[in-house]
């Protein structure tokens, strides 16, 4: 789970690297925190999808079903 002093340290992180580069630890750390990230975000995504339902002309409901890309 991603925090909001997590969320406001990327964008130290972000504005720094814009302005004068970053350390190779703070480099990591930008890339840690942003997997975290992407991961709540997808996580989030996710658990939204899970309750979409959709309802049918005919009045029927159905869930959202997951689909298998190959």
Partial sequence: MITEDDIKR???LHHKSKNEGLTEEEKQEQQKLR????????N???THLDNV???RP????EKLKKKDIE
């Fill in 10 to 12: 990327i964008n130290e």
């Fill in 35 to 42: 997997a975290a990230y992407v991961e709540t975000m997808r």
């Fill in 44 to 46: 989030h995504i996710r």
């Fill in 53 to 55: 339902v959709i309802q």
């Fill in 58 to 61: 005919d009045g029927s409901r």
